[in-house]
Structures are given as structure tokens and as C-alpha cells.
């Protein structure tokens, strides 16, 4: 079964860190496109950065030189790097696979991450 | 930037009518491969967003034929055709560019009955 089940959310005070982990079942993170979308309270969705299966890297720019993404193919795991976090960054973060066509085809529950000022 | 409007914001629609949302970007989807990068999604409260459309009109593995997306270049359409409670839900369009690559979403439009 193919599954993501995100973790390392909660509360940060502004200028924090934390780092999210996007453990994957059912195909190998290495061998797919994986990506962060994330959702501000009672707002839309917004894509955050994505890693591709050759190790090339995109993010969006606003959270360029403060997230980093990177995954562990040894035990089948995607995670962000979050630096310098501030009261916009809080959301649900979600993790999801990223097929040829270029949409998300599989997604997490989304773990909530909340940035207090 | 690539942005999509998605219009109406919300919508109401009775059990068995057809429901229409509409996006539009900024730019053309349509790429030099004769597809368009057009992703549909539906997002129930307390859910991760489902896919339902891809390359503006094919449906997605396991949703309901109701559902269909139609549209080229700079104008797209989702379309249910017969509504059911369980569409109750928010509607995003998604797009791709490259160069660098990029993801954009609608702002998304909320379907009631």
C-alpha cells in the first residue's frame, strides 16, 4: 500500500528550526519526484520546494535560503530543513509524490507547524 | 510568475445539477510535448487534497466519470456533471512550468448544495 505519514510539526518561536520527515511505503522516494506543499490556516495550498530523482533541487522563493529538502533512500524518507522560520510559514505541511504529468498524486496527512512571534 | 484564477470563489449547486469551475492563467499551459500542464484537486475539510484531473482532462485512477476537465492553453474547466453530497468540497487547479520549475495553485473555489 502506498503511503506518507509526515512528522516533527508543533511550536516554534520565531527564528527557529525545525525538521520534518516524510516517511514513505509502497515505492522508493529515490526513484520518484518528491515534494512539500504546504496550507496556512483557511488558505489555499502553495508549493514549497521539490527534489527530483537526479538530485536536483527547486524551491519557492519564499522559502529559499531558509528550507532545505533532502531524502534518505536508506530508509525511504523525505524531510525539510526549516531555518529561520516566521509566523508565515505556519501551515500543514504535506509531503507528495510528483508523476510525469507533473501534479500530486499522492499525498500525507500533513503535519501542522505553528510559528509564534 | 505563472498565476491561475479560479472563478467563482464559491458556488452552489442542488444534488444532481452540474457544477462548472473555471481557471484561467496568465500564461499558456499548453507545452511543446501538445500537453497541458493542468491539475485538478479536491479537498475535504481535514483532508490532504485528492487528484482528480491531469493534463487538463485526464481523470485520475479511481474518480468518478462525473468528473471531467476540459480546456487548452490559457483556459480550463472542471466539470461535475451530476452533483452528489460527497462533492461538497474546495476545488484548487494546479499548474507546472519549468525553467525554473514551478508549481502554482488557484486560490480555490468552494462548492456547497
Not at chain 1, 520518484?32 to 536536483?56: C, F, H, T
Not at chain 1, 522563493?61 to 523525505?78: E, P, Q
Not at chain 2, 496568465?26 to 500537453?35: D, G, P, R
Not at chain 2, 500542464?37 to 479537498?43: D, G, I, T
Request: one cysteine or more; glycine letters at 10%; a negative charge.
Amino acid at each position: 500500500e502506498v503511503q506518507l505519514v509526515e512528522s516533527g510539526g508543533g511550536l516554534v518561536q520565531s527564528g527557529g528550526s525545525l525538521r520534518l520527515s516524510c516517511v514513505v511505503s509502497g515505492f522508493t522516494v529515490s526513484n520518484n519526484y518528491m515534494s512539500w506543499v504546504r496550507q496556512a490556516p483557511g488558505k489555499g495550498l502553495e508549493w514549497v520546494s521539490i527534489i527530483y530523482s537526479g538530485d536536483n533541487i527547486y524551491y519557492a522563493d519564499s522559502v529559499k535560503g531558509r528550507f532545505t529538502i533532502s531524502r534518505h533512500n536508506s530508509n525511504n524518507t523525505l524531510y525539510l530543513q526549516m531555518n529561520s522560520l516566521r509566523p508565515e510559514d505556519t501551515a500543514v505541511y504535506y509531503c507528495a509524490r510528483v508523476p510525469e504529468y507533473d501534479g500530486f498524486d499522492v499525498w500525507g496527512q500533513g503535519t501542522l507547524v505553528t510559528v509564534s512571534s | 510568475d505563472i498565476v491561475l484564477t479560479q472563478s467563482p470563489d464559491s458556488l452552489a449547486v442542488s444534488l444532481g445539477e452540474r457544477a462548472t469551475i473555471n481557471c484561467k492563467s496568465s500564461h499558456t499551459l499548453y507545452s511543446s510535448n501538445h500537453k497541458n500542464y493542468l491539475v485538478w484537486y479536491q479537498q475535504k475539510p481535514g483532508q490532504p487534497p485528492k487528484l482528480l484531473i491531469y493534463w487538463a482532462s485526464t481523470r485520475a485512477s479511481g474518480v468518478p466519470d462525473r468528473f471531467s476537465g476540459s480546456g487548452s492553453g490559457t483556459d480550463f474547466t472542471l466539470t461535475i456533471s451530476s452533483l452528489q453530497a460527497e462533492d461538497v468540497a474546495v476545488y484548487y487547479c494546479q499548474q507546472y512550468s519549468s525553467s525554473p520549475p514551478e508549481y502554482t495553485f488557484g486560490q480555490g473555489t468552494k462548492l456547497e448544495i
